[in-house]
């Protein structure tokens, strides 16, 4: 169940822009025309019925996205984010749908604190957002939470995020109980007896630097197990945030072999390698770690490919004072819902090594598959879910720039190419710039 504050929806009509939907093979210059809310003609030189008319020219509409993973920090740390703040964010980030985490303070692992913010997310939340809950209560890894209850309540999948679930006999019994509720199970793949220690991925960076790493094989042999288990039981799993490419050759030998897995990759993990830890900036640590180049291509081919096929953000809101410390005292996390796209036009899309469609597709589809959401589509009668962009466009990335309460960015100062003009979510522009 994705909730967001009630308003009225708009009137409009984009017109002269390049219109691409990957999934409906859409790609043509027409107008697009938006009644109360859905989409009600595609064609050339349509109609205006008096609707405002937002001019496309040179600019690129395309189903607008869909993060599967977002920290909200509310309940508990609304200083670092609220619902009102992180829906924003991600409305200025092209996002229609996001999915918020449950690692909150409290954990959202029984349906009191659930209907709660399902509660205040009708009143707050800019784009629709769905929660998941914890698969175990306080995300302690000891109990089960009543998964049964929660999905009845409105949870959209279950995940420890932030955690792994250590225990396999628990994870087993978890895959069971979310086969009877019929939600996802997403996992944070972690060993931590592997990664205890360790502030960046484990080799030649880490030991030039003399700072604890946490190896690869941290996150693959969890994911190994979980995909395991998951064969075992016959159920579908979502892998969260992979960074490694023994990894990846996991998930694609599960797939091959008929596993229900589908798994997610950020753009700083599509971007960046352990190098940039060079810098010592607070704001390139994050769970899991940055990887080798290795990994780094291993990732962009498997989004390619479609074996990931969801790019998820794993925005993390940090509070100032947190991560304006030594690299090593900081906490894990970066922001990413304002600066995914830009990020990953400039780094993969304009030098040629992943088309624009495949980015779109799997901001948007794919995710959305992933959850069993409906995948934003420009096509008569869909409600309109849209984002215009524009490639041309080149902007900096600055704190006073953000609609996130916090500015934990690994992009600061840096220049972008590629910029959300408008968001249209659930038949609402709720972002234009
Ligand atoms: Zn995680
Ligand atoms: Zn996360």
Redesign the pocket.
């Known amino acids: 169940m994705l909730v967001a504050r009630s308003a009225p929806r708009e009137s409009l009509i984009v017109t002269g822009a390049r219109v691409l939907d990957p999934v409906e093979g859409v790609d043509a210059q027409v107008d697009v025309r938006v009644d109360d809310g859905t989409i009600a003609a595609i064609g050339a030189s349509l109609e205006r019925n008096a609707h405002r008319v937002v001019e496309g020219t040179g600019l690129v509409l395309a189903p607008a996205f869909v993060d599967p993973?977002?920290?909200l920090r509310s309940p508990g740390r609304e200083d670092e984010e609220t619902i009102a703040s992180g829906t924003a964010a991600a409305a200025a980030g092209g996002y229609c749908a996001i999915l918020a985490?449950p690692?909150t303070e409290p954990v959202v692992d029984s349906a009191a604190v659930l209907g709660s913010l399902l509660e205040q997310a009708k009143t707050e939340a800019e784009v629709p957002v769905g929660f998941l809950a914890s698969i175990t209560k306080r995300q302690e890894g000891a109990e089960l939470t009543e998964m049964g209850e929660l999905a009845d309540e409105g949870a959209v999948g279950f995940t420890d995020?932030?955690r792994p679930v250590v225990a396999s006999s628990l994870m087993w019994r978890a895959l069971q109980y979310a086969s009877i509720t019929d939600r996802p199970l997403a996992v944070?793949c972690e060993d931590p007896t592997l990664s205890r220690g360790g502030h960046m991925r484990e080799g030649i960076v880490s030991a030039e630097l003399g700072i604890g790493g946490w190896p690869s094989i941290a996150e693959s042999v969890m994911v190994e197990r979980d995909l395991a288990l998951a064969e075992y039981e016959g159920r579908p799993l979502h892998l969260?945030?992979l960074s490694a490419h023994e990894s990846v050759d996991a998930l694609r030998r599960a797939q091959a072999a008929a596993v229900r897995a589908t798994a997610e990759v950020t753009p700083h993990h599509l971007v960046l390698t352990d190098d940039a830890v060079r810098s010592l900036d607070p704001n390139v640590k994050m769970?899991p770690p940055l990887g080798t180049q290795h990994d780094r291509e291993a990732l962009v081919e498997a989004l390619r490919d479609g074996t990931i096929s969801c790019i998820?953000t794993?925005?993390?809101p940090h509070a100032r004072h947190e991560k304006e410390v030594p690299f090593e005292e900081a906490p894990f996390?970066v922001t990413g819902l304002e600066t995914s796209f830009a990020a990953l036009y400039t780094h993969l899309v304009e030098p040629g090594v992943l088309p624009l469609e495949t980015l779109l597709e799997r901001m948007s589809a794919g995710p959305a598959r992933a959850y069993g959401l409906d995948p934003p589509r420009i096509a008569v009668g869909a409600p309109a879910n849209l984002v215009l962009l524009d490639p041309n466009a080149s902007w900096q990335v600055t704190e006073r720039g953000f609609r996130s309460r916090s500015v934990n960015s690994w992009l600061l100062g840096k220049t972008l190419n590629g910029r959300v003009r408008l968001t249209v979510a659930a038949g609402r522009v709720v972002h234009e710039s």
């Open positions: 993973h977002v920290h985490m690692n995020d932030g944070h969260m945030h769970n998820a794993d925005h993390a996390g």
